[in-house]
């Protein structure tokens, strides 16, 4: 297990168009976030999954946004008709519920031109 | 709500020089407090966390952060300062309700003189 990964690392669009990123999370972790960390920032929450159930919803997470984790393994970020201050880092993180420790990927840096 | 705070957002030191990043954090009940790390370009990874058990709480790469309560404070040191510690630091604590989603602090950039 080499632990959280993320796909793409790196994506640019123009604004309008839909992206979709993915993340693996580590293999028996059951929950899993998904944080966006703008420039100068610390990461901020925007939802998370416990196995396949979307348990939380941030408000930073617009009607735009949609994510998804079926059969509570690998889980997609949809952002459709982005829009220029969509452009951040986009992190995932994985952990077992109840141990507190939640392991990130290494991110996905979405610009929006 | 839960909520840490890292004041400035740059700090500078010699290599071999001590290392202090500072945390406060407010929260109504018992917090877990956590530091990460992370290079550019990177995700984060976990130095060390807080859960109520060893006020003093030691992590990787010789880090290590003391619990008080009274002050509401989470500090992370390292007595002596090696050029691959530059990189930002993020004090963070764990929402106490189910979630456990973590709140960050704005971070801190740490660069190392040789």
């Known amino acids: 297990d080499t632990g959280v990964s993320q796909d793409p690392r790196h994506k640019i669009t123009k604004r309008g168009q839909n992206v979709t990123f993915r993340c693996d999370p580590i293999s028996e972790h059951n929950r899993l976030y998904w944080y966006r960390q703008t420039l100068g920032q610390g990461p901020e929450f925007l939802t998370y999954f416990q196995n396949e159930a979307q348990l939380e919803k941030s408000r930073l997470l617009s009607d735009r946004f949609s994510a998804e984790r079926p059969k509570g393994s690998f889980s997609t970020l949809e952002i459709q008709r982005t829009e220029q201050g969509d452009s951040a880092m986009y992190l995932c993180a994985s952990s077992l519920w109840a141990l507190r420790e939640q392991f990130f990927g290494p991110g996905t840096r979405l610009t929006v031109l | ?114």
């Open chain 2, 1 to 114: 709500a839960q909520s840490v705070t890292q004041l400035g957002s740059h700090v500078s030191v010699s290599e071999g020089a001590l290392v202090l990043l500072r945390c406060n954090y407010s929260s109504s009940v018992p917090p877990y407090l956590f530091w990460y790390v992370q290079y550019p370009n990177q995700g984060l990874q976990l130095l060390l966390k807080y859960t109520s058990a060893a006020t003093l709480v030691k992590g990787i790469n010789g880090f290590e952060a003391e619990f008080k309560k009274s002050e509401t404070s989470f500090h992370l040191t390292k007595p002596s300062a090696h050029m691959s510690d530059a990189a930002e630091y993020f004090c963070a604590v764990s929402d106490q309700g189910g979630s456990e989603k973590l709140v960050f602090g704005k971070g801190m950039k740490l660069t190392v003189n040789p």
